[in-house]
């Protein structure tokens, strides 16, 4: 199979720095592996998440110099220009891309191409929506990694959510913040890991088994048949701050 990056928003592209910026990075997804203490904590943590697979997890590499083609295109002497993204092999092999992938886009844009912008009051901000929602009953959770500017700029903003959530408890309000859905982030602030039933595994599903009519409920049949009523949940709010 054979997937490929669209710009939505064509306006804001690339330069040249922040290209050879973001060929280097994804360079290195061939150093990416998960640890041991990583491993004993997701057996901790996500229950639901069977041996087999965390053994596939543990063996799991990426290959980006065979999987992965990326070239950078400027007309005339411009210097921003159009990113072309291709990843080609096993879904398996390549739908982990995804995300680390988009983030580092995101970054890649607001490190070189956007630079306007700085810290500042980036956690405050986070905990004064963090106070809103939930005095307000909302329940939420950080979905953010995919657009952030950085890993940064989502710490902060998890450390601000992460404070009105202590608040809110404290206080009793209505609301809530059920977590991230950053693993990383969620072990590091010690808050749940938590996301949502990613729509490429219903176009995975559809593809596979060539019915597109029915592939939304099959794919929840074998969801729910892996992991159960007790990982299917729905929330009300997300909040994508970053």
Same mark, same amino acid.
């Given at each position: 199979?054979?997937? /490929?990056?669209?710009?939505?928003?064509?306006?804001?592209?690339?330069?040249?720095?922040?290209?050879? +910026?973001?060929?280097?990075?994804?360079?290195?997804? &061939?150093?990416?592996?998960?640890? %041991?203490?990583?491993?004993? @904590?997701?057996?901790?943590? =996500?229950?639901?998440?069977?041996?087999?697979?965390?053994?596939?997890?543990?063996?799991?590499?990426?290959?980006?110099?065979?999987?992965?083609? #990326?070239?950078?295109?400027? *007309?005339?002497?411009?210097?921003?220009?159009?990113?072309?993204?291709?990843?080609?092999?096993? +879904?398996?092999?390549?739908?982990?891309?995804?995300?680390?992938?988009?983030?580092?886009? /995101?970054?890649?844009?607001?490190?070189?191409?956007?630079?306007?912008?700085?810290?500042?009051?980036?956690? *405050?901000?986070?905990? *004064?929506?963090?106070?809103? #929602?939930?005095?307000?009953? =909302?329940?939420?959770? *950080?979905?953010?990694?995919?657009?952030?500017?950085?890993?940064?700029?989502? %710490?902060?903003?998890?450390?601000?959510?992460?404070? &009105?959530? !202590?608040?809110?408890?404290?206080?009793?309000?209505?609301?809530?913040?059920?977590? !991230? /859905?950053?693993? @990383?982030?969620?072990?590091?602030?010690?808050?749940?890991?938590?996301?949502?039933?990613?729509?490429? +595994?219903?176009?995975?599903? &559809?593809?596979?088994?060539?019915?597109?009519?029915? &592939?939304?409920?099959?794919?929840?049949?074998? +969801?729910?048949?892996?992991?159960?009523?007790?990982?299917?949940? !729905?929330? #009300?709010?997300?909040?994508?701050?970053?």
């Amino acid at each position: 199979m054979s997937y /490929s990056f669209t710009n939505r928003t064509s306006h804001l592209k690339l330069n040249r720095e922040a290209y050879d +910026w973001l060929k280097g990075q994804v360079s290195r997804f &061939a150093d990416i592996y998960l640890t %041991e203490e990583e491993s004993i @904590y997701l057996t901790k943590t =996500c229950p639901y998440f069977t041996s087999e697979y965390l053994s596939y997890l543990r063996n799991f590499r990426f290959y980006p110099d065979k999987q992965i083609k #990326l070239d950078f295109r400027a *007309e005339g002497g411009d210097t921003h220009g159009d990113l072309n993204l291709e990843i080609r092999g096993k +879904w398996i092999d390549t739908i982990l891309y995804e995300v680390p992938l988009l983030s580092l886009i /995101s970054e890649a844009y607001f490190k070189f191409s956007d630079t306007d912008w700085t810290y500042d009051g980036q956690e *405050e901000k986070a905990y *004064e929506k963090g106070i809103s #929602l939930t005095e307000n009953g =909302c329940n939420f959770s *950080e979905f953010g990694t995919r657009r952030r500017r950085d890993l940064h700029a989502q %710490e902060l903003v998890i450390k601000g959510l992460n404070a &009105a959530n !202590t608040k809110a408890k404290a206080g009793k309000y209505p609301g809530a913040m059920l977590g !991230t /859905s950053n693993v @990383y982030l969620a072990k590091k602030f010690q808050i749940p890991p938590i996301g949502t039933v990613a729509h490429e +595994w219903f176009m995975g599903v &559809a593809a596979i088994t060539n019915d597109y009519i029915n &592939a939304n409920e099959n794919a929840m049949r074998y +969801w729910m048949g892996t992991y159960g009523k007790g990982v299917c949940k !729905t929330y #009300l709010f997300a909040v994508d701050m970053i």
